[in-house]
C-alpha cells in the first residue's frame, strides 16, 4: 500500500500509524541498501519552513513520521485521520525489542560523548537482554574530515548494522542521513535527543504529558536555557503560518 504524504505547512508529512511505521521501518532494515527516516516536530517543520535546502532533505527521506502530537493534530485538521501519532522513541524501543526476533542488528550514532552512549547501550540491553547492538560512536563536535567519515562509514558496514539510530539533533542528523544514503547499507533512524532521555541524562515527560501535545511545556521546564528561544520563536510561528494557510485554503475553497 502506497504511503500518502501530506504537507504541513512547508513539510511534507507521511500518513501512518504506528504499526504500518514500524513494519516500514524493518522492511528497510532488510534490504540492504541505504534509507533514511525523519522523526518530525515542530521544530523541524519551522527550519523546512525556513530552508529550501532541509526541505529537499526531508522531501527525499524514505519516511516522515508525525513524532510531535501537535503535527499529528496538525494534520487532523486539515482533514487527513488516517495519520498517527508515532513517536520516535516508541519505534526505537519496539526495535529494540524485536532485535533478535525480526534479525536486526543495531547501531549507535552521536550521543553527546562516548560515556553517554556507553549508558545508552547499558540501558538499551538491560531492557531489551536479546538487542543486537554491533555499533556504536560519538561523533566529536565538528566536522569528521574525510579519511574520519570514511572510516565510519566502512565500519558501519563491516558490522553489517542494519537499524542505525542516529542522534545528533536536528537538522544536523538530517544533512548527516541523506549525505550517507548512498554509502551506508542500512536504514537511519534521526532520533534527535533520545540518547539523551535513555541514558538518564535527560528526563522524560509523564505520558500524559506526552499524549496530550505538552511535552515540550516539560522539556522547557527541564531545559530553559537551552529551549527558551527554540520554543518562544518556533511555536508562535508555527501556529501563524500553519492557520494562515488553512484560512487561505478555505477561501480558495469557498
Not at 525523519?38 to 508525525?66: G, P, Q, T, W, Y
Not at 525489542?97 to 553527546?112: E, F, T
Not at 536536528?170 to 544514503?181: G, S, V
Request: proline share 4%.
Amino acid at each position: 500500500m502506497k504511503i500518502q504524504r501530506v504537507p504541513v505547512i512547508r513539510m511534507g508529512v507521511d500518513l501512518i500509524g504506528f504499526d504500518q511505521a514500524l513494519n516500514k521501518v524493518i522492511e528497510l532494515a532488510h534490504r540492504g541498501a541505504g534509507f533514511y527516516v525523519c522523526v518530525s516536530n515542530v521544530h523541524m517543520c519551522m527550519e523546512v519552513f525556513d530552508s529550501d535546502d532541509l526541505k529537499r532533505v526531508v522531501d527525499d527521506a524514505d519516511l516522515v513520521i508525525a513524532d510531535s502530537r501537535v503535527i499529528y493534530a496538525a494534520q487532523r485538521i486539515l482533514g487527513h485521520k488516517s495519520g498517527g501519532h508515532v513517536r520516535g522513541q516508541d519505534i526505537m524501543d519496539a526495535l529494540c525489542a524485536r532485535s533478535a526476533r525480526q534479525n536486526l542488528r543495531i547501531g549507535l550514532y552521536g550521543g553527546s560523548d562516548a560515556d553517554v552512549l556507553e549508558r545508552v547501550e547499558d540501558s538499551i540491553r538491560k531492557q531489551y537482554p536479546d538487542a543486537s547492538i554491533v555499533y556504536r560512536y560519538a561523533p566529536p563536535f565538528r566536522s569528521l574530515t574525510p579519511e574520519e567519515d570514511r572510516q565510519v562509514i566502512d565500519e558501519i558496514n563491516a558490522a553489517r548494522v542494519n537499524v542505525l539510530f542516529v542522534g545528533i539533533g536536528c537538522p544536523k542528523q538530517e544533512y548527516w542521513m541523506a549525505a550517507h544514503k548512498g554509502s551506508l547499507d542500512c536504514v537511519m533512524l534521526g532520533v534527535g535527543a533520545a540518547f539523551d532521555f535513555i541514558s538518564g541524562a535527560k528526563k522524560h515527560a509523564p505520558r500524559w504529558m506526552q499524549k496530550s501535545g505538552l511535552e515540550w511545556v516539560f522539556r522547557l521546564c527541564s531545559e530553559p536555557k537551552r529551549l527558551w528561544k527554540r520554543y518562544f520563536k518556533q511555536n508562535p510561528r508555527f501556529i501563524y503560518h500553519f492557520f494562515k494557510g488553512l484560512f487561505l485554503k478555505k477561501r480558495k475553497v469557498v
